[in-house]
């Protein structure tokens, strides 16, 4: 299992995400490397780890922006989780992102509603304490699972039905 993690950046990340970082890629399974696009346009960057990524044969890619240090809710309390990635991968959908909040205040986590605008903010509400679908979520911290070759074995044990 090869693991591409991505933080595209327009310059420095601060030290503090940094240390964190190597706190979860330590505690990660599998071979790991890294993509760190610099680009004033950071969908640009991204698409071009992306492409890096694919090249050097990641199964997995983490977009992780470097204003992101992952956190989890338990027992009344927020608290560093360096074993995020692992608890990603171990849910085995193709796309799993983390609950980060917008400046706006909402989750980054999104339906299609077809209406104007086309997709509407998830309450934080609706997703606390859940697994559960989103048309969209934005890429500060989501782990997406590649089928590059898709064995028959890949296929049986994916949670995610057969039609997807």
């Avoid at 599998?30 to 492409?51: Q, S, T, Y």
């Avoid at 605008?117 to 697994?131: N, R, T, V």
Wanted: aromatic share 12%.
């Amino acid at each position: 299992m090869r693991i591409a993690f991505i933080t595209p950046t327009t310059g420095l990340v601060p030290m503090s995400w940094t240390l964190h970082m190597i706190e979860i890629v330590s505690n990660t399974i599998g071979e790991k490397f890294f993509c760190v696009p610099r680009h004033f346009r950071l969908d640009i960057a991204r698409n071009n780890a992306v492409l890096t990524a694919l090249s050097q044969g990641a199964n997995y890619i983490v977009f992780i922006d470097s204003d992101v240090i992952p956190h989890v809710y338990e027992n009344g309390e927020l608290r560093f989780f360096p074993d995020v990635i692992n608890r990603m991968l171990a849910w085995r959908y193709p796309i799993v992102s983390g609950i980060y909040m917008t400046t706006k205040g909402h989750p980054a986590v999104y339906r299609y509603t077809g209406g104007n605008p086309p997709y509407e903010p998830l309450s934080y509400d609706m997703i606390k304490d859940k697994i559960t679908y989103a048309d969209a979520v934005g890429c500060g911290i989501v782990c997406c699972l590649l089928y590059t070759s898709p064995s028959p074995r890949d296929l049986s044990t994916s949670r995610m039905p057969s039609s997807a």
